[in-house]
């Protein structure tokens, strides 16, 4: 499916991207969070961003998500 939407150069950066921002988590080889923010990198290139720090960006807002949510669930 990936392969089919974007060319090579954004895939590795979007691949570069989950691993930065799954490189220094605690929970960064959790399956629900690398899924949220692999999720949030997909959308953010198909809106056309597929700058480096844009899908980092992108990523790093499934932080703010799982936070949200354990908070609630706290």
Same mark, same amino acid.
Request: charged share 30%.
């Given at each position: 499916m990936i392969s089919e939407h974007f060319d090579? /150069?954004?895939?590795?950066?979007?691949?570069? &991207?989950?691993?930065?921002?799954?490189r220094n /988590?605690?929970?960064g080889e959790d399956h629900s969070?690398?899924?949220t923010a692999a999720e949030n990198i997909i959308r953010c290139?198909? &809106?056309? /961003?597929?700058?480096?720090?844009?899908?980092?960006? &992108?990523g790093e807002r &499934?932080?703010?998500r799982t936070h949200a949510k354990q908070s609630r669930s706290d």
């Open positions: 090579t /150069r954004t895939r590795i950066n979007m691949k570069l &991207a989950l691993d930065r921002v799954c /988590r605690h929970d969070f690398r899924r290139a198909l &809106a056309g /961003r597929t700058g480096i720090g844009q899908l980092v960006d &992108a &499934a932080k703010i």
